[in-house]
C-alpha cells in the first residue's frame, strides 16, 4: 500500500488572520468593558463554549474530508435527553449512551453518504429533521427535567477541576486527541487525502467510503458528549435545543482557516474561531449592544462573510 503523504502543519495567512480576528476581538471587549478579561469572565466563555467546542471539533473532522454535517444540533439535543433518562443508573453509564447514540446517528450520517451516495448537505439535513421529530415523538416534552440525583449532577456539571469549569479539561483533552489523530495517524492523513481528492486517495490505497463512515461517526460521538455536558450543567435535557449550534460550528471551522472545500486547515484553528464566536457574543451580552434576534442576524451575517472570504481564496488556489 503507497505510503500516506505527512499533511502540511505550517502557519499560513489564514491562521494568522484568525489570530489577529481574536486579538481585535479581546482588545475591543477590553476596552468597551473592564470585566471583560477579568478571570471569572474568561472562564465563563470556556465553560459556555464548550459544547461549541465539542461540535466545532467533530465538524473539522467532516470538512476536511469534504462534507458538511448539519445534524449535530439534533444529535446533540437527543444525547441529552437520553443522558437525563440513564442518570439513575449513574453518570458513568449516562455518559456512555449519550456518546454511543451520538455515534450511531453519526453512523447512519456516514452511510447515508459514503454507502448511498447522497450528498452530505441532503443526507445530514434529512438526519437533523427526522431526529427533531424523533426526539418529541419519544420524550413527548420539550425540556425533560432531572429529579433524581439532581444535586449531585448540578455539582459535577457545575464543578471545578485544578481550577477550572470540569468542562474544560475535557474539552482540552478531545482538542489535544483530535489534533493527535490528525497530524499523527494515517486515519488522519487520509481524511486530509480524501478531501483533497478522493480519486487521488484511492489510488493511494485508501477505503474512502470506511473513512467517512468513520468521520461522520466521530462527529455523532463528540456531538453526543456535548449532549451530555449540557445535560449535566443545566440538570435537565432539552428536545428543542441546539438549533442553529450546527451554523456556529461551521461558522469557527471556517474562521479558524480550515477550507470549506476540504483537505487543508486543522483542530488549532477551529480553536481559535471558536474563541472568536464565544468571545465576540459575549461582548455582545455583556454590553447589551444587540438583542438575541439581532444576535442571530449577526451570527448569519459573519457565516456569509467567512463563505465568501473562502469563496474568493478557493478561486485563487484554483487559478
Do not use: H
Amino acid at each position: 500500500m503507497t505510503p500516506l503523504p505527512a499533511p502540511r502543519f505550517r502557519p499560513d495567512r489564514r491562521l494568522l488572520g484568525a489570530c489577529a480576528a481574536l486579538l481585535v476581538v479581546l482588545v475591543i471587549g477590553a476596552w468597551r468593558n473592564p470585566d471583560f478579561l477579568d478571570a471569572g469572565n474568561v472562564l465563563n466563555v470556556l465553560r459556555q463554549n464548550a459544547v461549541l467546542a465539542l461540535l466545532a471539533v467533530g465538524m473539522t473532522f467532516v470538512i476536511l474530508s469534504g462534507g458538511i454535517d448539519l445534524s449535530v444540533g439534533s444529535i446533540l439535543a437527543f444525547a441529552s435527553v437520553v443522558t437525563v433518562t440513564l442518570i439513575p443508573y449513574g453518570l458513568p453509564a449516562a455518559a456512555v449512551a449519550a456518546v454511543l447514540t451520538g455515534a450511531a446517528f453519526g453512523a447512519v450520517n456516514g452511510l447515508l453518504v459514503a454507502r448511498l451516495g447522497i450528498a452530505p448537505f441532503i443526507a445530514t439535513l434529512v438526519t437533523l429533521l427526522a431526529l427533531r421529530g424523533l426526539t418529541l415523538a419519544v420524550f413527548g416534552e420539550e425540556t425533560v427535567a432531572l429529579t433524581e440525583g439532581r444535586a449531585e449532577v448540578l455539582a459535577f456539571g457545575r464543578g471545578q477541576f485544578l481550577g477550572l469549569p470540569v468542562q474544560v479539561p475535557i474539552v482540552f483533552c478531545v482538542i489535544v486527541a483530535a489534533w493527535v489523530v490528525l497530524s499523527q495517524t494515517r486515519f488522519g492523513r487520509a481524511v486530509y487525502a480524501v478531501g483533497g481528492s478522493e480519486e487521488s486517495a484511492r489510488l493511494l490505497g485508501i477505503d474512502v467510503a470506511a473513512t467517512k463512515l468513520a468521520i461522520y461517526s466521530l462527529s455523532g460521538m463528540l456531538a453526543g458528549l456535548a449532549g451530555f455536558l449540557f445535560a449535566v450543567r443545566i440538570g435537565a435535557g432539552i428536545t428543542n435545543y441546539g438549533l442553529g449550534l450546527e451554523l456556529d460550528a461551521i461558522t469557527a471551522v471556517a474562521l479558524g482557516g480550515t477550507l470549506l472545500s476540504g483537505g487543508v486547515g486543522g483542530v488549532g484553528g477551529t480553536v481559535i474561531g471558536v474563541l472568536i464566536v464565544g468571545f465576540l457574543f459575549n461582548l455582545f451580552n455583556l454590553d447589551a449592544t444587540l438583542d438575541t434576534f439581532l444576535q442571530k442576524v449577526v451570527r448569519g451575517g459573519l457565516l456569509t462573510a467567512v463563505v465568501v472570504m473562502q469563496g474568493t481564496l478557493m478561486a485563487r488556489r484554483r487559478r
